[in-house]
């Protein structure tokens, strides 16, 4: 089939029965993906099948807190490296090849078929958000120092801006963590909890507040953990497997961080968390729908060849309704991803995108590993597959970057603000109708 663009349609011809052309006209809506994204993808799944999943049934590949070995996970990214597959998001100058979130959002998907797999492209959290923010917001200077170690994987780097009561959570307003300015520097003192990585981590990126000014008076501060002035308390017990480095809590007694290690200058805080923050959820979503495809996997292979009461599992009409919503609620999961990245990809903020795809693909992946479990008898309760691993880690999914009342809260928001206007369709930009007037309007 040919394809091709004429204007406000694209056109497709194919060759009929008599051996004409045939015409279609076919809106400009299309869910093809680029050729190059799809060699990625495949390149990615071969690799997730070949070098990575093996490794998942093996004790031996897992750190003391449920993860992939670390010296494991320096032999796999060399590999991965020379595979042409490493840090895919950043663009070429910076040592990726520059993939657009639609993209991103093929190629997270693949990588998450295992459990290990993001962390070995250097595609997980929280580098990955941290390594776009750095990019995009960054100074030559600051991308030299503070970006490219990480890029290299030379060194780990957290995100630290959720504080314990009374201090910001789900409200960035409330953050107490004060960074007070003394001639060429800030002296930072407060404390953080639940910062992912920070007892691996080199590179810091601190939100703290240096003025009460409600819009601007949060700024995000770098600093290197060798700098005095700030402590680990603790690395904070969860339910799931950890990232490397865990959840710690940090205090922070006097650290000073020189006025040109301010991200984006003082004031812009708020700012760098929503471009941080923004992609950084929906890139989580990414790598979900990878977990949630992977437990309906595991539950389809068992309840092929698992019968019961003379029938297969998978000829049971009740089986097949659990997996038959799941794979429908897993695809609007992934309808609603690649619309908030199609937005971002167009320079919007995809607020309310994000914010639904947040939920929508956080709660599936919760039902996803629930259902599978189920559906695997007591096989799903063990540690002989990777689903009660998925299971303990899901239920974070509902309330990092967000809690899914705050998303619904947003939505509200702009249902408010919109009216049926919410839902409005995006008229293609310096198109022309059959008026002679454009899109957009
Ligand atoms: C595993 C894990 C990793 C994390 N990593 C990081 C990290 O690297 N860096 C970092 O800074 N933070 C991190 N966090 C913190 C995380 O982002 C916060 O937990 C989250 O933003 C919610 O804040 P909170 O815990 O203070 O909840 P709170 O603000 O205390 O809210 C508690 C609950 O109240 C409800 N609620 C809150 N607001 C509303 C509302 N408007 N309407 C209705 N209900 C509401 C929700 O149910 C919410 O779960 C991590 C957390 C976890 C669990």
Not at 1 to 15: P, W
Not at 194 to 210: D, M, V, W
Not at 349 to 362: G, L
């Amino acid at each position: 089939m040919l394809a091709f663009n004429d204007g406000s349609y694209s056109s497709r011809a194919t060759i009929g029965a008599d051996g004409g052309f045939r015409f279609i006209f076919v809106s400009a809506v299309n869910f093809e993906i680029p050729v190059r994204t799809e060699s990625f993808r495949t390149r990615i799944a071969d690799f997730v099948e070949r070098e990575i999943l093996p490794l998942e049934a093996d004790k031996a590949s897992y750190d003391g807190h449920g993860n992939i070995a670390l010296p494991l996970l320096e032999t796999l990214r060399g590999k991965a490296k020379a595979a042409g597959l490493w840090c895919l998001q950043l663009k070429p100058e910076t040592g990726g090849v520059g993939l657009s979130k639609v993209d991103m959002a093929v190629c997270y998907e693949a990588m998450n078929r295992s459990i290990f797999g993001p962390v070995v492209f250097n595609s997980a959290a929280p580098d990955d958000g941290n390594m776009m923010m750095l990019e995009r917001l960054g100074t030559p200077e600051q991308k030299q120092r503070w970006l490219k170690p990480i890029v290299e994987a030379k060194v780990r780097s957290a995100f630290a801006m959720t504080e314990p009561h009374p201090g910001g959570g789900s409200d960035p307003s409330m953050i107490m963590t004060r960074a007070e300015r003394r001639g060429d520097r800030y002296v930072v003192k407060g404390r953080k909890w639940f910062i992912t990585g920070a007892q691996e981590a080199s590179h810091f990126i601190l939100i703290a507040r240096t003025s009460d000014d409600p819009r601007h008076g949060l700024s995000a501060l770098l600093f290197h953990k060798d700098q005095p002035g700030w402590r680990i308390l603790r690395r904070i017990g969860i339910m799931g497997p950890e990232e490397h480095g865990g959840h710690c809590e940090l205090e922070f007694d006097g650290l000073e961080v020189p006025v040109e290690d301010v991200l984006a200058g003082e004031g812009s805080g708020l700012m760098v968390t929503q471009v941080r923050l923004g992609p950084a959820r929906l890139t989580h979503c990414m790598r979900w729908l990878g977990l949630a495809k992977r437990c309906i996997e595991i539950a389809r292979t068992y309840a092929a060849e698992r019968s019961g009461f003379g029938q297969l599992l998978a000829d049971r009409e009740s089986i097949q309704l659990m997996l038959g919503d799941l794979a429908m609620r897993i695809e609007i999961g992934r309808l609603l991803v690649m619309k908030a990245a199609w937005e971002l990809d167009r320079g919007g903020f995809a607020r309310k995108e994000v914010s639904m795809a947040k939920i929508q693909v956080a709660n599936v992946l919760h039902d996803a590993a629930d259902v599978a479990i189920q559906i695997n008898g007591a096989r799903g309760y063990s540690k002989d597959t990777v689903l009660e691993w998925i299971y303990r880690y899901a239920r974070q999914a509902r309330l990092v970057d967000g809690a899914d009342e705050v998303h619904k809260m947003v939505l509200n928001r702009f249902l408010n603000e919109e009216g049926a206007g919410f839902w409005r369709w995006h008229v293609e930009a310096g198109r022309q109708d059959e008026t002679g007037r454009g899109g957009n309007r």
